[in-house]
């Protein structure tokens, strides 16, 4: 995970004072790498148009089931 | 232990001393360097330490030397400190290392080229990982652990020495990323701010020439402060900076970055993709995207109640909790649209009961009265976009785009 060093396990009761587990790493100097191609990546990792009016769902069929299973009791 | 003659530790010690000794007169950083990194415990260190347990009057090498008479002040502390370290007395070896530490910061400053920055850095970072050791030792035996925070204060003066005109400036990020490491692990993160400020505002500081490297670092440590201030836009900014400069290797890094950045990501309308979640091995958040495509409550309460430990001790708890809101609007949005699909002249009215009786199939029990209260928030916060006719209990949508999109801004407070 994110530390650097494995805590002894006896220590476990107290090592909530002294971590935090999301510790960047130290990234290795004298490497450079090119982020181009990264970036680019990026892009496609996230949805932004997702909320569209989809009802055919599973989970909105079985909504509208049950929504309608009302409708016919009253 | 194997046998160590004298002859043999007398000759390492020497020849460590030598090396240390011309790296600084031929301001060979990179070789000053690795004579400084204790922590990485290479052979080459090891093995003088094991010279110096066994040669114990090592010290009138230095001092009966002429040679070393300008290093002997950084160099005594250095080696007692490699001493104690190699007996994993940590407390002592952080004591010892501080002594040399400030000694050389003390001859850092006067150097005016930047010819040692790396040497610099490196007690930077040893002298962090020291004090962790040694606050560890220090509980271990009963003790009060405050080495890591005589840490800390020995970075704001490391920093102090770079925030100048000259050319050792660029090497204040990375200084200030050790310090970020400190004070988030000792948890006093508000410290974080007078070295943001100074990175920010100082005139001396231009973002820009700092190495890339740090640059990453610093904005994961300020995305993150911007995450717990709910700061959402600042912390998206920072965050995707971070994400997209982070080296593609660096796995864990870029694990990190986006177990905040998904929160955040989710706080202003916008869903990660499935495959990364499981490139990243970050489904903790699959639940939580489902929720939100489907107007899923329960969904949503499960998933967060199933990694209720993982959030809390990231600190996203209460953003992910804050989803709520998106997520009951994603609900009516779905009855909406089904109700539109058998009769789209009534579409626009949403009989609260209906909204209970959809909740009730999710195991949520709420009453009219509560449901109200929930679409009063909805609209106040313009999720959705109508009014409620009270004495009728109906929800009156806008025939105009009733469930306005985030558009990537967070819900209005």
Same mark, same amino acid.
């Given at each position: 995970?994110?530390?650097?060093?494995?805590?002894?396990?006896?220590?476990?009761?107290?090592?909530?004072?002294?971590?935090?587990?999301?510790?960047?790493?130290?990234?290795?100097?004298?490497?450079?790498?090119?982020?181009?191609?990264?970036?680019?990546?990026?892009?496609?990792?996230?949805?932004?148009?997702?909320?569209?009016?989809?009802?055919?769902?599973?989970?909105?069929?079985?909504?509208?089931?049950?929504?309608?299973?009302?409708?016919?009791?009253? | 232990?194997?046998?160590?003659?004298?002859?043999?530790?007398?000759?390492?010690?020497?020849?460590?001393?030598?090396?240390?000794?011309?790296?600084?007169?031929?301001?060979?950083?990179?070789?000053?360097?690795?004579?400084?990194?204790?922590?990485?415990?290479?052979?080459?260190?090891?093995? +003088?330490?094991?010279?110096?347990?066994?040669?114990?009057?090592? #010290?009138?090498?230095?001092?009966?030397?002429?040679?070393?008479?300008?290093?002997?002040?950084?160099?005594?502390?250095?080696?007692?400190?490699?001493?104690?370290?190699?007996?994993?007395?940590?407390?002592?070896?952080?004591?010892?290392?501080?002594?040399?530490?400030?000694?050389?910061?003390?001859?850092?400053?006067?150097?005016?080229?930047?010819?040692?920055?790396?040497?610099?850095?490196?007690?930077?970072?040893?002298?962090?990982?020291?004090?962790?050791?040694?606050?560890?030792?220090? %509980?271990?035996?009963?003790?009060?652990?405050?080495?890591?925070?005589?840490?800390?204060?020995?970075?704001? &003066?490391?920093?102090?020495?770079?925030?100048?005109?000259?050319?050792?400036? =660029?090497?204040?990020?990375?200084?200030?990323?050790?310090?970020?490491?400190?004070?988030?692990?000792?948890? #006093?993160?508000?410290?974080?701010?007078? =070295?943001?400020?100074?990175?920010?505002?100082? /005139?001396?500081?231009?973002?820009?020439?700092?190495?890339?490297?740090?640059?990453? #670092?610093?904005?994961?440590?300020?995305?993150?402060?911007?995450?717990?201030?709910?700061?959402?836009?600042?912390?998206?900014?920072?965050? #995707?900076?971070?994400?997209?400069?982070?080296?593609? /290797?660096? &796995?864990?890094?870029?694990?990190?970055?986006?177990?905040?950045?998904?929160?955040?990501?989710?706080?202003?309308?916008?869903?990660?993709?499935?495959? $990364?979640?499981?490139?990243?091995?970050?489904?903790?958040?699959?639940? %939580?995207?489902?929720?939100?495509?489907? !107007?899923?409550?329960?969904?949503?309460?499960?998933?967060?109640?199933?990694?209720?430990?993982?959030?809390?001790?990231? !600190?996203?708890?209460?953003?992910?909790?804050?989803?709520?809101?998106?997520?009951?609007?994603?609900? =009516?949005?779905?009855?909406?649209?089904?109700?539109?699909?058998?009769?789209?002249?009534?579409?626009?009215?949403? &009989?609260?009961?209906?909204? +209970?009786?959809?909740?009730?199939?999710?195991?949520?029990?709420?009453?009219?009265?509560?449901?109200?209260?929930?679409?009063?928030?909805?609209?106040?916060?313009?999720?959705?976009?109508?009014?409620?006719?009270? &004495?009728?209990? =109906?929800?009156? $949508?806008?025939?105009?785009?009733?469930?306005?999109?985030?558009?990537?801004?967070?819900?209005?407070?």
């Amino acid at each position: 995970m994110a530390t650097e060093r494995k805590p002894a396990a006896t220590e476990d009761a107290k090592i909530d004072l002294f971590e935090d587990d999301d510790e960047f790493e130290e990234f290795e100097i004298d490497r450079e790498w090119d982020d181009k191609e990264e970036g680019q990546e990026a892009i496609q990792q996230w949805e932004d148009d997702w909320d569209d009016d989809d009802v055919n769902d599973d989970f909105s069929l079985q909504l509208r089931k049950e929504l309608e299973s009302n409708s016919e009791k009253s | 232990m194997a046998y160590l003659s004298m002859g043999e530790s007398h000759r390492r010690i020497v020849d460590y001393l030598s090396r240390f000794s011309d790296a600084v007169s031929s301001q060979d950083g990179a070789s000053l360097k690795l004579l400084l990194s204790l922590c990485s415990s290479s052979p080459s260190l090891l093995s +003088v330490a094991d010279a110096l347990n066994a040669f114990h009057d090592w #010290t009138r090498l230095v001092n009966q030397n002429e040679r070393y008479s300008n290093i002997g002040e950084i160099i005594v502390p250095l080696l007692r400190s490699l001493q104690s370290y190699r007996l994993g007395h940590f407390a002592d070896s952080y004591s010892t290392f501080e002594k040399a530490a400030n000694a050389f910061l003390q001859e850092f400053r006067n150097w005016e080229s930047a010819w040692a920055m790396e040497a610099m850095h490196a007690i930077a970072l040893e002298i962090r990982l020291l004090a962790e050791k040694a606050d560890r030792e220090l %509980v271990s035996n009963g003790k009060n652990p405050e080495k890591l925070q005589g840490a800390g204060s020995f970075l704001m &003066k490391v920093f102090g020495a770079l925030a100048g005109k000259g050319p050792k400036r =660029v090497g204040a990020l990375y200084v200030t990323c050790q310090l970020f490491k400190v004070y988030f692990k000792l948890g #006093t993160v508000h410290l974080c701010r007078s =070295v943001i400020r100074s990175i920010e505002t100082a /005139r001396i500081f231009d973002f820009e020439e700092f190495p890339p490297r740090d640059k990453v #670092t610093y904005m994961y440590y300020t995305g993150r402060l911007e995450v717990f201030n709910e700061n959402f836009l600042a912390a998206d900014h920072k965050l #995707t900076y971070a994400l997209t400069h982070c080296n593609p /290797r660096s &796995k864990s890094n870029l694990r990190m970055i986006l177990k905040y950045l998904i929160p955040v990501k989710l706080s202003i309308g916008i869903l990660p993709q499935k495959w $990364l979640l499981e490139k990243h091995n970050l489904v903790e958040y699959a639940d %939580v995207v489902n929720a939100l495509k489907r !107007g899923d409550l329960r969904l949503l309460r499960q998933a967060l109640q199933e990694h209720e430990d993982q959030f809390l001790r990231s !600190g996203v708890f209460l953003v992910l909790e804050k989803l709520e809101l998106q997520v009951y609007q994603r609900l =009516v949005k779905k009855i909406y649209t089904i109700q539109k699909q058998k009769d789209p002249t009534k579409a626009h009215q949403i &009989k609260l009961e209906i909204i +209970v009786k959809a909740l009730k199939w999710l195991e949520i029990d709420m009453d009219v009265d509560e449901v109200e209260c929930i679409m009063a928030i909805l609209i106040y916060k313009n999720l959705i976009k109508g009014y409620f006719a009270h &004495k009728s209990k =109906v929800v009156v $949508l806008s025939k105009q785009d009733p469930f306005p999109k985030l558009n990537g801004k967070p819900v209005s407070s």
